[in-house]
């Protein structure tokens, strides 16, 4: 790892550090912590849940030991959460004296703190239900083709939850998400007043360590994990996105061997890593690169 671009980090500066999954996000900002101080704060969508701790590589106790930790499984599997949700629990963090690290693979997080983030209203439960129905009777495409033209070419096409979020947001208070995003207030954290540092990997490596990750998990407990999670399992929450999460609680209902279900959950880390690959590039060009190995 080409470490200059860490060197120059001041020893009071908040750090951002964002980067695909299983590529060493957590080791580095532990390691920035235990040279400099400070608190480490969770930037990942999906770490935030109480539900999932080994599914979702959250810090280990003695992880946690080593440097504080903040907005870590704190929320039931079964809430709402979302971009909005936690900017709000993050600001507390960064007036809160520590110097602030800020660690995950979420980049809408990070472009909301950083860019500001559009206050538009929470959706309607009826609205959301049948966004819901729609999507599964009718798929991504036919929410897309009704999306304003400026929205449509902003946002992820690709990315399902990305395309209801728009839709939903349109059909709800009649005004399309670019319009919205255009009257965004200012970022909590401007630019300039931090280390942004964007963690790159070959992809083969990041292949490589994604598998031997997951198996790492399986033998962590990550079933045992599914297991406590298949009672009332509902795959709307947003909880229950947890990459590997639906493939292990396939195998639980029958559906699909272990060894099945666990190149299934191999495969979809490998898509999510590609996802966050594109946002990166897409979003975080003038960050400051950091190349893997």
Not at 34 to 45: E, F, K, L, S
Not at 180 to 206: K, M, S, V
């Amino acid at each position: 790892m080409n470490r200059d671009a860490l060197n120059r980090i001041g020893a009071e500066q908040p750090v951002l550090i964002a980067g695909p999954t299983a590529s060493g996000k957590s080791a580095l900002a532990l390691e920035i912590a235990a040279r400099q101080g400070g608190v480490i704060v969770n930037a990942d969508a999906l770490q935030v849940f109480a539900n999932w701790r080994v599914l979702t590589a959250r810090p280990t106790p003695d992880e946690e030991a080593v440097a504080p930790h903040l907005l870590y499984g704190h929320v039931p599997g079964e809430a709402a959460y979302s971009v909005g949700h936690w900017l709000r629990e993050v600001e507390p963090a960064l007036r809160g004296g520590a110097r602030p690290i800020l660690v995950g693979g979420t980049g809408l997080y990070f472009t909301a703190l950083t860019e500001g983030l559009a206050e538009i209203p929470e959706t309607p439960p009826e609205i959301r239900a049948l966004a819901d129905a729609r999507m599964a009777a009718e798929g991504t495409r036919a929410l897309l083709a009704e999306l304003d033209a400026e929205t449509a070419a902003r946002i992820d096409t690709a990315n399902p939850v990305r395309v209801q979020r728009a839709w939903e947001v349109l059909r709800s208070t009649g005004r399309g998400l670019a319009a919205w995003q255009d009257a965004t207030p200012a970022p909590l954290l401007p630019p300039a007043a931090c280390a942004r540092i964007l963690l790159e990997a070959d992809r083969d490596w990041l292949a490589d360590r994604i598998a031997r990750r997951f198996d790492r998990m399986i033998a962590d407990g990550a079933l045992a994990e599914a297991q406590a999670n298949l009672p009332g399992w509902d795959p709307a929450r947003p909880s229950s996105k947890a990459i590997g999460g639906s493939e292990l609680i396939a195998h639980l209902k029958g559906e699909l061997p272990l060894a099945d279900a666990v190149e299934a959950g191999k495969i979809a880390t490998r898509q999510y890593a590609k996802r966050q690959r594109t946002w990166f590039r897409s979003k975080m060009r003038d960050w400051t690169p950091v190349d893997l190995p």
